[in-house]
């Protein structure tokens, strides 16, 4: 298998990765034929995949448009895969140019691909890091370097929590990185859920079973799980909705059916 120039040499290209595989049903051009194998695999199952994907990512726009025009300016998006087109840091510096922007991800391709993408934006930054060790995400001077945690922050926890298991206890991390964060603070999360799917439970687990043949289980919650993560933040309106339904620029009615699976939401730290 013919490696590309882009991709780091530590990384193993015969095993399929989620940030890459939620690259190619983006349309991105940063993924491996074992990823694409994989993505096709999940989409026997459930062949509305890229459409719940691009639902999550015009839901982020939505909501970082939303935290600039609030008068947030500092973003922590963790879990922020490959930068493609319309990114955290593209969409809140056309709101705000000096806005400031920390990615965190421990996918080694997505670390390198952002590192390139950033290059030259001294207001946007990428750490190897992961969700499930908070501290290390805080304490690490690549955060200090661009985020005040004295002032309000939008975290962003798009698309990830979903790849966490209750074994590496999320509820606690999140916890943890809500008391580091500044009143006034948001949290801007999506999450998988059956609920929503247009279809039945067991025709979706075959979907969720590829994602656990890789090694990366997809945890599928409910509503009243997801909603957990907002404890300690007063939801932003219209609350915990399916993505398309969170402050449409367009009507809903004229969605994919696929886009309207799982929950997404906006909390604003007391």
Known sequence: MERPAWAPRSIDITVPSVSRMYDYYLGGSHNFEVDREAARRAMEFMPGLPKIMQANRAFMRRAVRFAVGEGITQFLDIGSGI???????????????????????HDPVAVAHSQAVLEGNDNAGILAADLRKPREILDSAEVHELIDLNRPVALLLVAILHFVEDTDDPYTAVTELREALAPGSM????HASYEGIPLPPERAGGAVDVYKNIRNPLIMRSRDEIARFFEGYDMVEPGLVSPPRWRPDTAP??????AFSGFAGVGRKA
């Open 83 to 105: 930068p493609t087109f319309g990114n955290v840091h593209e969409v809140a510096q056309a709101a705000d140019p000096g806005a400031r922007v920390m990615y965190v991800d």
């Open 187 to 190: 949290l801007v999360l999506t």
């Open 253 to 258: 009615e004229d969605e994919d059916p696929y």
